[in-house]
């Protein structure tokens, strides 16, 4: 069994920064890509930033030039920097890993799909 478990969401005035963590937990092998969505209050949950295997990144225009994505070297926790944030930035933020190969017990399984159960973010005065 694996978990994602995000933390690092609060609260922020406009123009602030934070930074999101997201560690999966188990017999980890490998993560291959990592990735932070957000899900504001009444709309669909949009991709922010990915990450992949190799470390190429991808991200959202409204991300661009604010947020920057990140793994750590064992590659099982990622990361989002959020600078100069806006209100409209406020959500919940969901760490989600495309495929994930784990030890459950002596075999090995694979995990598609992962979610966490997120951290809220919000932007005001």
């Known amino acids: 069994q694996v978990q994602l478990v995000e933390s690092g969401g609060g609260l922020v005035q406009p123009g602030g920064s934070l930074r999101l963590s997201c560690s999966a937990s188990g017999s980890i092998v490998r993560i291959n890509n990592m990735a932070w969505y957000r899900q504001a209050a009444g709309k669909q949950r949009e991709s922010v930033a990915v990450?992949?295997?190799?470390?190429?990144?991808t991200y959202a225009a409204s991300a661009k030039g604010r947020f920057t994505i990140s793994r750590d070297y064992a590659k099982t926790t990622v990361y989002l920097q959020m600078n100069s944030l806006k209100p409209e930035d406020t959500a919940v933020y969901y760490c989600?890993?495309?495929?994930?190969?784990?030890?459950?017990?002596?075999?090995?399984?694979?995990?598609?799909?992962?979610w966490g159960l997120g951290t809220p973010v919000t932007v005001s005065e």
């Open positions: 990450i992949s295997w190799g470390g190429s990144t």
């Open positions: 989600n890993a495309d495929e994930i190969k784990y030890y459950s017990g002596l075999i090995l399984r694979t995990e598609f799909g992962a």
